[in-house]
Every structure is written in C-alpha cells, then in structure tokens.
C-alpha cells in the first residue's frame, strides 16, 4: 500500500541530463526527462500512439520525441507534433505527473495532480546550500520501503549492523533513544556522552580520545528521513550546542516505492567541514555507501521472510516506538487518502 498524494523523490538534478530516464515508482513506468529550456517533465512510460516506451525517445529541443514513430510530447504530456501529418489528433496525450526541482533533487507527484503543492516539499538545504558538501548516491534495495523507514527510525540496529562502520562505543546497544511525534513526521534521537567514536566518524573527524555524540533522526511522510548526526570531543560543549571541537553530518535518505517489493533509495552525506577536500569526500562516500549497504543485506533478507513489508504477528521491543509511530502516521494517511 502507497500513500499517492505525496511528495516523493525521484532523481538527483545531476541525475537527469539530455537523455531521458525511465524509472518505476509505485508500480507505475515513468519517463523523466529535462528539456533545452531546463525543465523537467514526468511522464507515463508509454506512448499514446503505439504504446512504446517514451523512454526509449530523445529530448528534442522542448519536447521528447517518441523512439518508434516520432510523436512529440511537451513537459505536461501533450502531444505537439505528428511527423508526416499537419494535425495532431484529439486526445494525444500520456499522463503528466507534477515535479518540482529543490535542493538538487527532482520530486515528483504520484497522486492526484489538483493536490500537489510545492509548499509541501521538506527542506533539505544540506543538499544544496554551498556551505555544505554533499555526497550523494543511490542504491536499489529488493525490499518494501516500509522496512528501509523502519530501518531508519531505528537506532537500536546500528551497534549490532554497523560494527565496522558507525558503531563506536559497545554502550551504544542500551543507550535509550527519545521519541517524538510531530505534526507531519516523527523524530527519534539520543546524546551518547563520553564514549568511544566510530571508526569512520574517528577517521573524518580525527578523533583520538571519546567523544559526545548525537543521533537525531527525522522522518517526514512519505519517504523522506534525514539524520543530524556526529561528535565532538567530550566535554566541549557540544550538548549544549557548541559544535566546535567536532564534525556535523547531515545523513539524507530519500526512499521511493518502486514496487511492493523493491524501493529506490537515496542517499547523501552532507558534511560543514572540509567541504573542498576531495579526499574527505571520498571517505564519506564510499564509508556512508559500505554503512548503507550493511543495512540492506539485512533488509532484503527481511523482505524475504515478509513479503507484503507488514509487522503483523511480530513482537514489539521498547526501541520500536518510533518506527510504530511512524506506520500509524503512514497508514492513517493511506486510509484517508482511500476514503
Ligand atoms: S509508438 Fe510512439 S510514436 Fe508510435
Ligand atoms: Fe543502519
């Protein structure tokens, strides 16, 4: 089950460039393509003519040109252009979904096109804002995006998954975790004051002795989590928001749906401190990547023990509650939108 009126994620900006992109989201084949003035259009994957693939086309000046028989479609779907006739019949036309361009990302609206508002779209600066240096990447992952949300709300999975990457202190396993409900998402976080570093934040930060170190996970319907996550030497002040002794990361993890049983997802390290090293930006790539990856193997391996990504029959566990937060919020927002 998908929440349809919803804005989801689709590519990077640098992701879509003069050649068009098909992708599945929600079930449904969508061709992205950006046009000789720069915007984007998302269409049906399937030509109004002979149903083939718009992905299989070209970008042609404003329009995409279908590969098969060379109808032209505008950014809205509208047809323009017949070759070989002077009309254009009534009602060609694919469907259009909306999208919107921010923080160098192309969102994109699955449900109804009247509802979509920009607006709604959550702020990511970290994404683009020059301060920041972002390290952004994808990963396809054979499992129920539901599973992935609950992966990121919660943190009591890390000191077991991530031992080689961002588990530091072994006292992170029983350090409790607070939730929060608000009013379009949930956030779950901790301070873990005076212990050991993880080796890929010890490695960035150059850290030699403890630290304190901060979680902070934000969920906002429907695929959208981000992390404010990092550490600073212990006792300089960093809980009560002196971050100077330490590195910030912002952690962005941008989940769509592609079917029920495979997601794509997002991801980027968005780190204040070294922006320009390219070296750093390497390290937080490729360490961000090998820790991601370490929850998937958990994640598809979870997918095949539960097809349809439900927790029906399971127990709970008191580090559960964000997670079960979420899915209310989630589902009630399903139910709505079905009634
Ligand atoms: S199938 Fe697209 S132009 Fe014929
Ligand atoms: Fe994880």
Redesign the pocket.
């Given at each position: 089950m998908f929440l349809h009126n919803g804005w989801y994620t689709a590519l990077w900006s640098h992701e879509l460039t003069d050649k068009p992109v098909g992708k599945t989201y929600l079930n449904e084949k969508v061709v992205l393509f950006r046009n000789a003035g720069g915007q984007v259009g998302a269409l049906e994957d399937c030509?109004c003519?002979?149903?083939?693939p718009?992905s299989m086309g070209e970008v042609s000046g404003e329009y995409l040109a279908?590969g098969?028989?060379?109808?032209k479609f505008d950014v809205s779907g509208r047809c323009v252009e017949v070759p070989g006739q002077p009309e254009v019949p009534p009602g060609a036309k694919v469907r259009g979904y909306p999208t919107h361009e921010k923080n160098n990302v192309i969102w994109i609206w699955m449900g109804a096109a009247d509802k979509a508002d920009v607006t709604k779209i959550p702020d990511l600066p970290w994404l683009s804002d020059p301060k920041w240096a972002a390290t952004p990447g994808r990963l396809y992952v054979k499992t129920n995006y539901q599973f992935i949300l609950d992966n990121l709300l919660d943190l009591s999975h890390v000191a077991h998954v991530h031992k080689k990457t961002i588990a530091g202190d072994p006292r992170e396993a029983t350090t409790p975790t607070k939730t929060e409900r608000l009013n379009d998402g949930v956030r779950v976080g901790r301070w873990m004051i005076d212990f050991v570093p993880p080796p890929l934040f010890a490695k960035a930060g150059n850290f030699k002795e403890n630290v304190d170190r901060w979680q902070f996970v934000t969920w906002h319907p429907p695929g959208v989590v981000y992390l404010d996550v990092g550490c600073a030497k212990a006792g300089t002040g960093a809980p009560q928001g002196d971050r100077s002794q330490g590195i910030s990361i912002w952690s962005s993890h941008l989940i769509t749906p592609e079917t029920e049983h495979s997601s794509h997802y997002m991801f980027g390290f968005s780190r204040d401190f070294k922006t320009d090293d390219q070296e750093m930006s390497k390290l937080l790539f490729e360490g961000s990547r090998a820790t991601f990856l370490e929850d998937v193997e958990f994640l598809e391996a979870v997918q095949k023990n539960r097809a349809e990504g439900s927790l029906d029959g399971l127990i709970h566990i008191t580090a559960d509650a964000a997670q079960l937060q979420a899915r209310k919020m989630l589902s009630s927002m399903i139910g709505a939108e079905q009634a």
């Open positions: 030509c003519h002979r149903a083939a718009l279908c098969y028989h060379g109808l």
